[in-house]
């Protein structure tokens, strides 16, 4: 036996032997199983050797020091003697700063050399020819059949509200206006919550908790700052977007500069939903709720894929918003439950969770410091100031404010958007403190083996009651529905009327609307493809991954936006050299600086490089009235 083992052996029963001994919550969400492998099979197993954090809670058992072991994305395993006869797995959450016990277990003989491996570890046993494996195993417990009711009648529903629309079109023989923009007669309080329920996604409801448990509320700071910055968009810049009597957002990038830079920013658009953003909200779900049920995660995938694909397909415009409705009382409505079960659940209730979020600065909400690696106050005014003049770039948003009956109701829009997003993503930011409240202090009940991205659904799964769990399951659901739609029928439309409608000499009504209908199927397919395959990755944070990507696809038709709004000497030769300097800029620096700060840098760079290039060439000769928010509006739309 090695003299380094001896010694931790000795250590251990003298400790063990003491006359106080340490007591140790066992984790009941995984099970402690070992196997015997094959030489052949060992020397496949992959060596997972980390170190514990610096500064980290002390064991309350002596370690090996050399054999720690990863677990999931916050997790480290330890190694320790139970007694004589048998060890025990130690499990350490590297955010919440405690210990807990996984279960002990015995070797068929005495160890002579251990490997740290993914999700245990690797002992090669004297006078044993194969190697044992003892490893961490989930528990995974299935769903009641209420939960199952509630889930699955939720899913109908959408496809009736589908269903409905696509008759009532077909009733009133729908055009290319009713299918896009709802027939520009959906109700300004259902723009504004639809508009909420698009922005919010699978993101704000798994990530953000997921988020600030891990951090604190730093970013919630974007939307304090930036509701101020919707009172401009509403007065000043959906007017005159609206005055133009668009369908596709893009169009005024043509109108204002070239054909190119409308062609441009619509490709890059559909480039980003279907490869970024509806991959993210049908993958983050669906890594939710197979943690919640066991359910395959592709399997998953699938199943939202299909329903948002029928319902967006068959009901255009209209059920996409009419959804949108319904799924901001499901969504918030979850939310609600769910952090009301986790007060109750932490001793102490509210003042407890307060009390323990003050202490660990888990609800710091302003950072005034100048590293750019952090999402500074200086970061967040950066962002607000580039993302204002830049609001128009999203399709998904516009086509409900173009939806409305009038500047006045697309006004009010706006406004009941900056009225619900403050309350909205301080009731997401909350839930992840709470649960690292309730986690800190019953460390025993959190899974080890999950990421960090699962932590809120693994709690609605674990914690919660039958019948409330596929309430939330549902708004998890919903959460990601209403984003998938909104972006199924955005590419659609950007498909038909930017490339189909401006590009063909024999473009029809019809043929517009089959178009559509073949795309949103296609957008549909390709979205599920991607987010299966995200399932082979290990993505550490999917909020910080969706703001690299948006500024590596979106900065740089985001800055055209200013460059054609608030400047009139900017050309389209500036604009397309804008957006190169962009895309290298948000690539240059998505290493080196936090992901907030991406996407200002990128734009700013549009903008500089567009307005000062532009000087390179001949200005714009067309007139601008209208086209700018300083101008006057033109005498007819």
Same mark, same amino acid.
């Given at each position: 036996?090695?003299?380094?083992?001896?010694?931790?052996?000795?250590?251990?029963?003298?400790? %063990?032997?003491?006359?106080?001994?340490?007591?140790?919550?066992?984790?009941?969400?995984?099970?402690?199983?070992?196997?015997?492998?094959?030489?052949?099979?060992?020397?496949?197993?992959?060596?997972?050797?980390?170190?514990?954090?610096?500064?980290?809670?002390?064991?309350?058992?002596?370690?090996?020091?050399?054999?720690?072991?990863?677990?999931?994305?916050?997790?480290?395993?330890?190694?320790?003697?139970?007694?004589?006869?048998?060890?025990?797995?130690?499990?350490?959450?590297?955010?919440?700063?405690?210990?807990?016990?996984?279960?002990?277990?015995?070797?068929?003989?005495?160890?002579?050399?251990?490997?740290?491996?993914?999700?245990?570890?690797?002992?090669?046993?004297?006078?044993?020819?194969?190697?044992?494996?003892?490893?961490?195993?989930?528990?995974?417990?299935?769903?009641?059949?209420?939960?199952?009711?509630?889930?699955?009648?939720?899913?109908?529903?959408?496809?009736?509200?589908?269903?409905?629309?696509?008759?009532?079109?077909?009733?009133?023989?729908?055009?290319?206006?009713?299918?896009?923009?709802?027939?520009?007669?959906?109700?300004?309080?259902?723009?504004?919550?639809?508009?909420?329920?698009?922005?919010?996604?699978?993101?704000?409801?798994?990530?953000?908790?997921?988020?600030?448990?891990?951090?604190?509320?730093?970013?919630?700071?974007?939307?304090?700052?930036?509701?101020?910055?919707?009172?401009?968009?509403?007065?000043?810049?959906?007017?005159?977007?609206?005055?133009?009597?668009?369908?596709?957002?893009?169009?005024?990038?043509?109108?204002?500069?070239?054909?190119?830079?409308?062609?441009?920013?619509?490709?890059?658009?559909?480039?980003?939903?279907?490869?970024?953003?509806?991959?993210?909200?049908?993958?983050?779900?669906?890594?939710?709720?197979?943690?919640?049920?066991?359910?395959?995660?592709?399997?998953?995938?699938?199943?939202?894929?299909?329903?948002?694909?029928?319902?967006?397909?068959?009901?255009?415009?209209?059920?996409?918003?009419?959804?949108?409705?319904?799924?901001?009382?499901?969504?918030?409505?979850?939310?609600?439950?769910?952090?009301?079960?986790?007060?109750?659940?932490?001793?102490?209730?509210?003042?407890?969770?307060?009390?323990?979020?003050?202490?660990?600065?888990?609800?710091?909400?302003?950072?005034?410091?100048?590293?750019?690696?952090?999402?500074?106050?200086?970061?967040?005014?950066?962002?607000?100031?580039?993302?204002?003049?830049?609001?128009?770039?999203?399709?998904?948003?516009?086509?409900?404010?173009?939806?409305?009956?009038?500047?006045?109701?697309?006004?009010?829009?706006?406004?009941?958007?900056?009225?619900?997003?403050?309350?909205?993503?301080?009731?997401?930011?909350?839930?992840?403190?709470?649960?690292?409240?309730?986690?800190?202090?019953?460390?025993?009940?959190?899974?080890?083996?999950?990421?960090?991205?699962?932590?809120?659904?693994?709690?609605?799964?674990?914690?919660?009651?039958?019948?409330?769990?596929?309430?939330?399951?549902?708004?998890?659901?919903?959460?990601?529905?209403?984003?998938?739609?909104?972006?199924?029928?955005?590419?659609?439309?950007?498909?038909?009327?930017?490339?189909?409608?401006?590009?063909?000499?024999?473009?029809?009504?019809?043929?517009?609307?089959?178009?559509?209908?073949?795309?949103?199927? %296609?957008?549909?397919?390709?979205?599920?493809?991607?987010?299966?395959?995200?399932?082979?990755?290990?993505?550490?944070?999917?909020?910080?991954?969706?703001?690299?990507?948006?500024?590596?696809?979106?900065?740089?038709?985001?800055?055209?936006?200013?460059?054609?709004?608030?400047?009139?000497?900017?050309?389209?030769?500036?604009?397309?050299?804008?957006?190169?300097?962009?895309?290298?800029?948000?690539?240059?620096?998505?290493?080196?600086?936090?992901?907030?700060?991406?996407?200002?840098?990128?734009?700013?760079?549009?903008?500089?490089?567009?307005?000062?290039?532009?000087?390179?060439?001949?200005?714009?000769?067309?007139?601008?009235?209208?086209?700018?928010?300083?101008?006057?509006?033109?005498?007819?739309?």
């Amino acid at each position: 036996m090695p003299n380094s083992l001896l010694r931790f052996i000795v250590t251990s029963l003298l400790l %063990l032997g003491g006359s106080t001994a340490t007591v140790l919550a066992e984790n009941e969400l995984v099970d402690v199983r070992s196997r015997i492998v094959t030489s052949t099979e060992a020397t496949n197993i992959v060596t997972e050797v980390t170190d514990l954090p610096d500064g980290h809670a002390p064991s309350p058992f002596p370690l090996y020091s050399d054999v720690t072991s990863g677990s999931g994305q916050a997790f480290f395993l330890g190694l320790t003697r139970a007694d004589d006869s048998s060890f025990k797995l130690l499990t350490y959450h590297a955010i919440t700063d405690t210990w807990v016990s996984a279960g002990s277990f015995e070797l068929p003989g005495e160890p002579i050399k251990i490997q740290p491996i993914d999700r245990g570890f690797l002992f090669e046993i004297e006078g044993q020819a194969s190697p044992t494996v003892v490893e961490l195993v989930q528990t995974v417990t299935s769903l009641p059949m209420i939960d199952w009711i509630m889930i699955t009648g939720y899913l109908l529903a959408m496809l009736g509200v589908g269903w409905y629309c696509y008759n009532r079109e077909k009733r009133e023989a729908g055009s290319t206006t009713d299918y896009f923009l709802a027939g520009r007669d959906v109700p300004w309080w259902a723009a504004g919550l639809s508009l909420y329920a698009t922005g919010t996604s699978a993101i704000s409801f798994i990530a953000i908790p997921a988020l600030s448990f891990r951090t604190d509320w730093l970013y919630l700071s974007q939307q304090c700052v930036g509701v101020f910055g919707l009172l401009f968009v509403a007065y000043k810049i959906i007017p005159m977007i609206r005055r133009l009597n668009l369908i596709s957002i893009y169009n005024y990038l043509e109108i204002r500069f070239h054909p190119s830079i409308r062609l441009m920013a619509s490709a890059l658009v559909i480039l980003f939903q279907l490869v970024g953003r509806l991959s993210v909200v049908l993958y983050l779900p669906a890594l939710a709720i197979a943690s919640v049920t066991g359910a395959n995660v592709v399997m998953c995938i699938v199943l939202m894929g299909i329903v948002t694909t029928i319902y967006t397909l068959i009901g255009g415009m209209k059920a996409v918003i009419w959804t949108d409705v319904i799924q901001v009382f499901v969504m918030v409505g979850g939310a609600l439950f769910a952090i009301g079960y986790v007060i109750v659940g932490v001793d102490g209730g509210i003042t407890e969770i307060i009390s323990i979020a003050n202490a660990e600065d888990k609800a710091k909400l302003f950072d005034l410091s100048w590293d750019f690696a952090t999402p500074t106050i200086w970061a967040i005014l950066l962002v607000v100031a580039t993302d204002v003049p830049t609001w128009p770039k999203e399709q998904v948003m516009m086509q409900r404010v173009l939806a409305t009956r009038d500047d006045k109701e697309a006004r009010s829009s706006v406004l009941t958007l900056a009225a619900v997003v403050i309350p909205g993503s301080f009731l997401f930011y909350s839930i992840g403190t709470a649960l690292y409240a309730f986690y800190k202090t019953h460390p025993e009940r959190l899974n080890p083996l999950i990421d960090t991205d699962a932590t809120f659904p693994v709690f609605i799964a674990a914690e919660l009651p039958m019948g409330i769990t596929g309430l939330i399951i549902a708004g998890l659901f919903a959460a990601s529905m209403s984003t998938l739609s909104s972006g199924l029928n955005s590419v659609a439309t950007l498909t038909s009327v930017d490339f189909y409608e401006r590009l063909s000499k024999n473009s029809t009504e019809a043929k517009s609307l089959r178009l559509a209908y073949i795309v949103t199927i %296609l957008a549909g397919i390709i979205s599920t493809v991607v987010a299966v395959l995200f399932t082979f990755f290990d993505i550490k944070s999917m909020f910080d991954a969706m703001l690299q990507l948006t500024a590596i696809l979106g900065g740089g038709f985001a800055g055209t936006y200013a460059l054609g709004m608030f400047t009139r000497r900017a050309n389209w030769q500036g604009a397309l050299l804008g957006t190169a300097a962009s895309v290298a800029c948000a690539i240059f620096l998505a290493p080196h600086v936090s992901p907030i700060l991406l996407n200002p840098a990128a734009v700013a760079s549009c903008m500089i490089v567009g307005y000062f290039s532009s000087y390179l060439f001949p200005a714009p000769t067309r007139s601008l009235k209208g086209l700018t928010v300083l101008s006057e509006s033109p005498e007819t739309p």
